[in-house]
């Protein structure tokens, strides 16, 4: 905080956002006639023209890939696409009994990725793996060298320690062994044909509708050349009592191994007699998708940088709700992120001209696994070592004002110290993350680029509300969460009055002016696990 301190009066007067035209643009980009906003649709090209245009009409230069020795206003993004063709067929079979099971209801599973066009799997046994987790350096591992080779991995969502609240994995709040992603990966690496995370909404975070609508919809994934060393050929979800059924017929009990699987001891239970069919064909091609990049040059070293970003991109048309409506329109995940980059490069063209670039960057396929971010992060249109942080900014409130405010997780960087003394002068105070379980800090694109070792972190809205409290703030997360949220009722509403984010954008901009107009390189805590990376480009920055 003392670094911040000492560059405080360095960043020019913070201009003011203007509610209405947030408001307005969240409102068109979640209309129907964009369809969701989903990548490689119509309704990527309309988001695409409109952002442009916005950025353009904000004053913003272009600041995209270079063709022809110019800068446009994109950044191609390659990406494989996968969708399975017609209606997928799966039954579980136990001791000569078959149950089918219908896609979306008891099972939720992933158009295959792995680079198979078609799966046709009759009979594969099921193995329980606990929480399928291999951590050698906390002396930890699930498989105990058991075989997977033609086999279905069951396992946990989130960390062996979520229920107790201590142990090893961070107690409540889930490290990144955690999240499904890593699950897929690491039951690849084991060699198993396919993955079944239980659903159970407290250590997913989310309902069933929320997996339902993520995982039967167009999946994508980065280009791989060897996809199937981090996918396997069937990857899903089940419901939490289809699994207790399961566990039941093969004689087990499914609370009394789930708790033995919060311990070293746990060791992969077979479950005997039961095993799962699925066949179905997947329709895979490579498409191109586009990240959107808007610039200020800085005047004195624009060959640094200060990222601002947000994804544009929803779940677009997918299965219909309760009320036959398909589109989902993600106004709040994540309209409202790029509503505020606009306006936030609106008020970087208009002000004085920062030192560094500033440089606003609307990714893609967040939705599908932080894909846009992770193609940026990898393949920089401007050097990492020389980013000087980035500021995300994914499904803010568009309600009232907050007390205060958080990000996606709480790791330690010296660029949250510096936000966290603005915000003081806004009269807002810093919350740890209030749901460090639910693992937010791998779910949002700064998380790209900490994997590269740029100082990032994604900004959140605050839960205390001036009119309200943190009552009224936990209940409208939860309202959020339960029925909105990857849903097609995520909508505009006319009662949104977006005074909270034109409360807290000035501070945001505060503090990336600060670092635009400073020589300052802050850099992760100490004992943080991307500090080493970031060290690696040191040499960059001198």
């Known amino acids: 905080m003392l670094a911040s301190a000492a560059i405080a009066d360095d960043a020019p007067k913070a201009p003011t956002f203007d509610p209405h035209r947030l408001s307005e643009e969240v409102k068109t980009l979640s209309s129907d006639a964009f369809e969701g906003r989903g990548p490689a649709t119509e309704g990527e090209a309309k988001t695409v023209a409109y952002v442009v245009e916005q950025m353009k009409a904000a004053g913003l230069q272009p600041g995209g890939a270079i063709e022809n020795g110019k800068r446009t206003w994109t950044q191609p993004v390659p990406l494989g696409r996968f969708e399975i063709s ?42 329980f793996v606990g929480y399928g987790v291999k951590a050698p350096e906390r002396n930890w591992d699930d498989f105990k060298g058991v075989d997977l080779k033609g086999k279905i991995a069951v396992v946990l969502v989130n960390d062996p320690d979520f229920e107790t609240g201590k142990g090893d994995f961070g107690g409540k709040a889930m490290t990144y062994y955690g999240r499904w992603t890593y699950k897929y990966e690491e039951a690849a690496r084991q060699g198993a044909l396919g993955v079944l995370v239980v659903h159970e909404t407290a250590p997913a975070s989310y309902g069933w509708n929320t997996v339902k609508n993520s995982n039967t919809n167009t999946m994508f994934d980065i280009v791989r050349d060897k996809p199937s060393e981090v996918h396997t050929r069937l990857e899903g979800w089940i419901q939490r009592d289809l699994a207790v059924s399961m566990f039941k017929r093969a004689g087990l009990d499914f609370d009394a191994l789930k708790k033995q699987a919060q311990t070293r001891a746990f060791k992969p239970v077979a479950l005997k007699g039961e095993t799962l069919s699925a066949k179905f064909d997947v329709d895979a091609k490579v498409i191109t998708s586009r990240n959107i990049v808007g610039l200020v040059e800085g ?43 606009i306006e936030m490069g609106r008020a970087f063209a208009h002000g004085p001209k920062p030192e560094r670039s500033v440089v606003f960057l609307n990714v893609t396929a967040e939705e599908k696994g932080l894909l846009g ?134 501070m945001l901009y505060t503090l990336g002016a600060q670092l635009a107009n400073s020589d300052r390189w802050p850099n992760w805590g100490k004992d943080s696990e991307f500090r080493a990376i970031r060290d690696k480009t040191a040499d960059q920055r001198k």
């Open 299 to 341: 005047s004195k070293r624009p060959d640094e940088t200060v990222i601002y970003s947000a994804h544009w991109d929803h779940l677009g048309i997918g299965e219909p709700d309760a009320k036959g409506d398909r589109i989902y329109n993600g106004a709040v995940d994540n309209a409202t992120g790029t509503a505020a980059l």
């Open 86 to 127: 017609g209606t997928p067929s799966f039954a579980l079979n136990a001791n000569g009994k078959a149950q089918a099971l219908t896609q979306g209801k008891e099972i939720a599973v992933r158009a295959s990725m792995d680079g198979s066009r078609s799966v046709d799997i009759e009979g594969a046994p099921l193995v």
């Open 373 to 506: 971010s992770e193609y940026y992060a990898t393949h920089p249109l401007y050097p990492a070592g020389k980013t000087v942080g980035v500021i995300n900014m994914d499904a803010l409130d568009p309600n009232g004002q907050a007390r205060n405010f958080t990000t996606s997780g709480s790791a330690k960087l010296e660029l949250l110290d510096q936000l966290v003394a603005v915000a003081k002068t806004y009269g807002l105070s810093y919350e740890n993350d209030p749901h460090p379980e639910a693992g937010s800090f791998f779910r949002s694109d700064h998380f790209s680029f900490a994997k590269q070792g740029v100082p990032a972190f994604s900004y959140e809205s605050g839960n205390d509300l001036v009119v309200g409290g943190k009552a009224a703030g936990e209940a409208a997360g939860k309202v959020y969460n339960k029925e909105h949220y990857h849903q097609p009722s995520d909508e505009w509403k006319a009662s949104w009055t977006f005074a909270g984010l034109a409360h807290d954008l000035p």
